[in-house]
């Protein structure tokens, strides 16, 4: 298996702290945590984190792997055990991917009850999957997935986050700023196979991955790519809590 990479840079911590959404003092939730490196990230700063997912086998690992944060702390449950987990009232909420799998308004509506007055509620994008990136070696990777391996097209238009600014916008927290950072990273080809393979995992098996290594191989440094990673975050504030931004 390739190498674990960091989803999200230290920048977007400090951005969040500069704008005064993030504090020592800050009682943060995120929500759908996954393997915990959000958490994580935010745990450098506030002394306390809310780590909610449901997934029982994810929580587990994640709980192993954030072991040495005292300031993590995890729950097990969906955006719809909001009420039965949580009963203090949360300074900052932070969502990943998981946001476009819940009930968006519903959810909303009670972080509304449960976020304080000059609270934030922030969508995360950790960038976009390996086959979507804009480079001449992923471009060569949707050709092979779909010309080889039998995929439908896959559209490479994934920059836009205005789904997230509206569904914020049309909630309490109405007060929406984009921010986003941008680098490059280093990633193996083992890494990028194995992140096609379970990308698609209904639709690939291992024995795609010697032709998906096949058609990156020519584009590769040694066994490396260099793939663009864009950082988003959709922060929503109240209204009247709109003088920082």
């Not at 702290?17 to 945590?33: E, K, T, W, Y």
Request: with cysteine; charged share 20%.
């Amino acid at each position: 298996m390739g190498q674990a990479q960091a989803k999200y840079p230290p920048q977007l911590r400090d951005h969040l702290f500069a704008v005064g959404a993030l504090s020592p003092q800050s009682r943060v939730l995120n929500l759908a945590a996954g393997d915990g490196q959000l958490a994580m990230l935010i745990a450098q700063v506030a002394d306390s984190v809310i780590a909610m997912d449901d997934d029982v086998d994810v929580s587990q690992a994640s709980i192993q792997a954030t072991s040495a944060h005292a300031a993590v702390q995890w729950v097990q449950g969906g955006d719809r055990d909001l009420g039965r987990v949580v009963t203090e009232a949360i300074d900052l909420v932070l969502i990943g991917s998981g946001f476009s799998d819940m009930d968006q308004a519903s959810l909303l509506e009670n972080l509304d009850l449960l976020v304080s007055d000059k609270g934030a509620v922030v969508i995360c994008s950790a960038g976009a999957p390996v086959w979507l990136q804009d480079k001449d070696w992923a471009r060569a990777l949707r050709k092979t997935l779909t010309t080889n391996l039998g995929l439908p097209d896959i559209n490479a238009d994934s920059s836009s986050h205005e789904t997230d600014q509206q569904v914020l916008a049309d909630s309490a927290f109405s007060h929406v700023v984009e921010w986003f950072f941008e680098r490059n990273s280093i990633r193996s080809i083992a890494s990028v196979v194995d992140e096609v393979l379970l990308g698609f995992a209904s639709n690939l098996d291992d024995s795609s991955g010697e032709v998906l290594t096949g058609c990156l191989t020519p584009f590769a440094d040694g066994y490396n790519v260099t793939e663009s990673v864009r950082t988003t975050a959709v922060i929503g504030r109240r209204q009247a809590s709109n003088g920082i931004s």
